[in-house]
Every structure is written in C-alpha cells, then in structure tokens.
C-alpha cells in the first residue's frame, strides 16, 4: 500500500491545520491507522492512532485535547485536525497503517506502512 500525507505548512500558533492521509488501497485491511511526528533533531513519535472502526482513538498527551483523528475508510483516507497548534507541534508528520495488537498501536514497530511525511511548522 502506498500512503500519500498532505495538509501540511505554516501556521500561526493558536491555528489549525488539517492533515490527510490517502492509501492506494481499502484503509479497512488495517486495523488501525496512526499519525506520528518526527520533530528536529528528535526521534519520531506517536501522536495518534485509530481503530477499524473508529470505535476507539488514541492520543499522545502532548496533543490530547488539541488534536482529532478520524478515518473514512469509503475514502481509503485517515484525517488529523489539529487545532490550538503551538510551536512545538512544529514536526514532519507521518501516517502509517497497520494491524498491531492494542499494546502495539501507539508504537512505529506496530506499522508496517508509511507514507512520505508532510511538513507542519508553528510559528510563534
């Protein structure tokens, strides 16, 4: 499966932005869907993951409350609304698709599927 991430760019802190992340084939083959950032100089980490059905979300406690996943898996696409932004969001930002058990959908080891990332940068 091939995962294309746009949305990205410059914001403002205190602005939104609104990433979309589109797979080449059916998103309801993976059991969940995550979002993960790779800040400057850091090691890239999870932000939020969703399940199949969109019955349960997870969420880093950096972004819990600021930050929505969502997935519409007629569209094959998996969605991140990101609001209240701050600089420190300021990121590549990475989706990834795969099966990983409950223990595993907040870790990159759970993915076997990434897109290419896309830029976000906050300014302040």
């Known amino acids: 499966v091939q995962l294309q991430a746009c949305g990205g760019g410059l914001v403002k802190a205190g602005g939104s932005l609104r990433l979309s992340c589109a797979a080449s084939?059916?998103?309801?083959?993976?059991?969940?869907m995550g979002w993960f950032r790779q800040r400057p100089g850091q090691e890239c980490a999870f932000v939020a993951a969703i399940e199949l059905n969109s019955r349960y979300t997870y969420y880093a406690d950096s972004v819990k409350g600021r930050f929505t996943i969502s997935r519409d898996n007629t569209k094959s696409t998996v969605y991140l609304q990101m609001n209240d932004m701050k600089p420190e969001d300021t990121a590549v930002y990475y989706c990834?698709?795969?099966?990983?058990?409950?223990?595993?959908?907040?870790?990159?080891?759970?993915?076997?599927?990434w897109g290419q990332g896309t830029q976000v940068t906050v300014s302040s």
């Open positions: 990834a698709a795969g099966s990983p058990i409950l223990s595993q959908a907040r870790s990159r080891s759970g993915y076997g599927h």
């Open positions: 084939t059916r998103t309801s083959r993976y059991r969940y």
